[in-house]
């Protein structure tokens, strides 16, 4: 029965390997460090080539590796078409997709087109061209308001804080969405548009097989004179044709990608990352004409609360099933606290997440961090989303079970949202950034041999990689277990609930007879079955508080 269904699966169209993977997100600074220089690598990441191929995973997805003076972690980007020299070289990167390739890992990187480093050769020579300038016309510069030009063009505020126009030597101000460091390119442009098709296609024949687009919903802009001020700004809907945020003649640019992507055997693919108002807006970026799939970060500001789950998994999945696409399961990445803190603090009682300008913040200060039950929930929550049909992401350390480090001092943030006051979850985002613990013991836990670039708190040791590989119970054999068993549970596209008389408990069934059964209220709940895999110990035929199972399919 199993070979069956193993083989049904393995020989699923190629094409569609995306469609039900499991994508690792690697943070390459904070992964590996192969030279020991204190920040992570290519050469990092090859050396642990094993480790993803053993831990289970479909795809691995790095975030930016380019050369960037790290404004905002890698995500200011000053050439897209070649490798951070403290990272590695071209040559690496090659070594690296083969070796993946080998192993069968996919290969997917992260393409920042809304912005570029202020460092990239264009800014530069937007800079040294001055006003009026052919060089200009790539980013968005315009004269400032009020006596000589000294008042901004608008009162527009930049997402990690401060305002979004910076005055340049000759008196024009340029637009930076993000850091000031971040120039917004003008996608109005052709030589705009051209030059991503050129990096598209440059990683494509590097043999990478997808694309993480960051902040997609933002490219096109309308910015006829006379600009609205915020108060403005804020009132008008988004609903295609807001001046900044997910207008409809964005697509037109992803239409042009598509034909880029479809022109490779297989197809490259690609999901958005779009901060969007509805489950409508948001298809359009997961349609097959478009990128393909989008991100639905829903579960990012849910509680481990069943009600909440159930919902969120009953639209995505119609949803999906709207849009020919599947959908995408994120519980952490690099721009949230780790899910198992989020679990461990107080409730976000119903806090959403708006347009990436108030992002997720956990439900309460750190004193207040329950670490086990955080854990417990997590490794609940996270077996139970493997258990769904669509792609999960995961996002390095979280098979770990690592919780966000609170402890880094003021001067050793490099977040830029920390430092420009935003609502990134006050503290910014560093404390999930923090390098790998591989071994218990050792300089930087293994992370390389000469100390880390984010402080790593003692309490790594526990979950390090050769202390957790060595604990059958670990959160990594978990992981292990559960990526392994998926490729069986992982057939067909379908789910149904299984009603379990208790609000607080969930059971779906797979068409290929697998199931997943989660308690996430605190009385146990006694079950019919045998559990072949369970986030906690169970004896059987019981559910405890706060955890899943999955059950084999009865042959
Ligand atoms: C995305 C990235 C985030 C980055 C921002 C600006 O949201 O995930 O890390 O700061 O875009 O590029
Ligand atoms: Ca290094």
């Not at 995306?18 to 220089?37: K, L, T």
């Not at 191929?53 to 590796?65: E, K, M, N, R, T």
């Not at 609930?497 to 068409?511: H, N, S």
């Amino acid at each position: 029965m199993t070979d069956a269904i193993l083989t049904e699966s393995r020989t699923t169209d190629a094409a569609a390997w995306w469609r039900q993977a499991a994508v690792y997100q690697i943070y390459p600074r904070s992964f590996a460090d192969a030279n020991g220089d204190g920040i992570g690598d290519i050469p990092g990441i090859l050396s642990r080539v094993d480790y993803l191929a053993d831990l289970g995973i479909d795809a691995v997805w790095l975030s930016p590796f380019y050369p960037s003076a790290l404004a905002d972690g890698g995500y200011d980007v000053a050439d897209y078409r070649d490798v951070d020299p403290r990272l590695g070289t071209l040559t690496d990167f090659d070594a690296m997709v083969a070796a993946l390739h080998s192993r069968g890992i996919k290969v997917v990187v992260d393409i920042v087109p809304n912005h570029t480093s202020d460092l990239h050769a264009w800014f530069q020579e937007a800079l040294a061209a001055g006003r009026g300038s052919a060089a200009r016309e790539r980013y968005i510069f315009r004269d400032g308001t009020g006596p000589d030009g000294a008042e901004p063009p608008t009162d527009w505020q930049s997402t990690f804080g401060g305002g979004a126009w910076e005055r340049v030597e000759d008196g024009q101000w340029y637009f930076h969405h993000f850091a000031v460091e971040q120039p917004d390119l003008n996608w109005a442009n052709p030589e705009v548009r051209a030059d991503f098709l050129t990096t598209l296609r440059f990683w494509s024949d590097r043999g990478v097989d997808g694309f993480r687009i960051d902040v997609a919903h933002m490219l096109t802009k309308d910015l006829t004179e006379p600009l609205p001020q915020t108060a403005e700004l804020e009132a008008i809907p988004r609903d295609g044709n807001h001046p900044l945020f997910d207008r409809d003649d964005v697509h037109e640019v992803y239409a042009e990608w598509r034909r880029v992507f479809d022109s490779y055997d297989p197809p490259r693919t690609a999901v958005a990352e779009a901060w969007v108002e509805t489950p409508e807006r948001r298809a359009r970026y997961a349609s097959a004409e478009g990128l393909g799939q989008a991100f639905n970060f829903d579960l990012l500001v849910a509680d481990f609360d069943a009600t909440q789950f159930r919902t969120i998994i009953a639209d995505n999945l119609a949803q999906a099933e709207a849009t020919g696409s599947s959908t995408t399961w994120v519980l952490s990445n690099h721009d949230v606290t780790r899910h198992a803190t989020r679990y461990g603090l107080p409730a976000l009682n119903g806090r959403r997440v708006k347009q990436g300008t108030e992002w997720v913040q956990a439900g309460g200060p750190a004193e207040q961090l329950d670490r086990d039950g955080g854990l417990r929930r997590a490794r609940a929550a996270t077996l139970l989303l493997l258990g769904l049909p669509g792609s999960t992401y995961l996002y390095q350390g979280e098979e770990l079970g690592l919780h966000e480090v609170a402890a880094i001092g003021p001067d050793q943030r490099q977040d830029p949202a920390f430092f420009r006051g935003s609502e990134f979850d006050r503290l910014g985002r560093d404390g999930c950034r923090v390098p790998l613990p591989w071994t218990a013991a050792g300089s930087s836990f293994g992370f390389g041999a000469d100390g880390a670039h984010l402080p790593q708190p003692d309490w790594f040791a526990e979950y390090a990689v050769d202390a957790e590989a060595a604990d059958p119970e670990s959160t990594l054999n978990l992981y292990r277990q559960a990526l392994r068993l998926r490729h069986e549970l992982q057939t067909g596209e379908q789910m149904e609930w299984i009603e379990t008389g208790r609000d607080d408990v969930l059971r779906f069934a797979r068409p290929n007879g697998w199931q997943v059964l989660t308690n996430f209220g605190t009385a146990p709940y006694p079950f019919e079955g045998e559990a072949v895999l369970s986030s906690v110990p169970t004896s059987p035929g019981i559910l405890p508080a706060e955890s899943t199972v999955w059950l084999a399919p009865q042959s």
